[in-house]
């Protein structure tokens, strides 16, 4: 059911909207940025029901597996950077730039709205540091390659237990009906250690399996803040996710949905038998 813009928000840089969705991008290698692959093409579709299905968005927030802080923190500059935070690919994957603008005024304002669970202090604001990684380029340029959307990116403090990263989510929460399209970027299971170049897309250890399976069922359920508990799964959590960064986005996006919202999956397959591809939207 979508609600009115929340009456105690007051931005000056967005526009109440229809409630916006929220996704989980499974977003895997960084060659799927670039390569003419099933999931690719996934993302180029997902990106056309923008303007027509839902809203074109006034700004994308991104939470990325790959931003890990000391506390919580926003892109703050006008032109954000496209940072190439890999090794070993080819040319033509560090030649690729995402030149989106940045939201100096909004992501103010925005840090002033949401606060860190655990100081109730507000966002900080990064101006130099940061940009947007492959976390979050690999899946937008895609979705968005005329690049015309701003973009910041809100990163994770690692330090933290998943409750407050869920917390942080329900707070994202009511920036959907002011524009904002939230997009949460990692794997549901994502273990490098044990990849198997050879596998086929259908193809998963059998703890890959129970966990991707178990998280599906708790979104499912109507309860997905119950994907907190992620941990209390034991063995197949620890072997989907020897560091959990991967899973971390998927407490973003769970935080920020309604319980009547139904999850859709796609791309629920897998990348080398340890990296579960599932994407889901809701809204």
């Known amino acids: 059911m979508s609600n009115p813009a929340s009456p105690e928000l007051a931005f000056t840089t967005l526009k109440p909207s229809p409630r916006m969705p929220v996704l989980f991008m499974g977003h895997g290698s960084p060659m799927n940025a670039i390569e003419d692959n099933a999931y690719h093409r996934s993302w180029q579709a997902l990106g056309a029901e923008f303007g027509h299905k839902w809203p074109k968005p006034q700004l994308i927030v991104c939470v990325s597996a790959h931003w890990l802080t000391d506390g919580w923190h926003l892109t703050a500059m006008a032109k954000p950077k496209t940072i190439h935070d890999f090794g ?111 596998a086929a897309p259908h193809q998963a250890f059998e703890w890959a399996l129970a966990f991707d399976q178990a998280i599906t069922r708790q979104l499912e359920s109507g309860q997905p803040q119950e994907v907190q508990n992620f941990k209390n799964l034991g063995e197949v959590a620890q072997q989907s996710h020897p560091s959990v960064e991967h899973f971390l986005p998927m407490l973003y996006a769970a935080g920020a949905v309604d319980a009547d919202e139904k999850p859709v999956f796609f791309n629920t397959d897998y990348a080398m038998a340890s990296i579960a591809m599932r994407s889901v939207v809701w809204g």
């Open 88 to 198: 070993g690919f080819p040319k033509a994957l560090f030649d690729q730039q995402y030149p989106a603008p940045g939201a100096p005024a909004a992501a103010r304002e925005i840090s002033q709205w949401i606060r860190q669970p655990n100081t109730g202090e507000p966002l900080g604001l990064d101006l130099d540091n940061w940009g947007l990684d492959h976390g979050a380029w690999s899946v937008l340029k895609p979705m968005f390659p005329r690049a015309d959307i701003p973009v910041i990116q809100l990163s994770m403090d690692y330090s933290r237990p998943a409750s407050e990263h869920l917390a942080v989510g329900q707070q994202l929460k009511a920036l959907r009906h002011w524009g904002v399209l939230i997009v949460c970027s990692g794997n549901v299971v994502h273990n490098l250690r044990s990849l198997q170049p050879d």
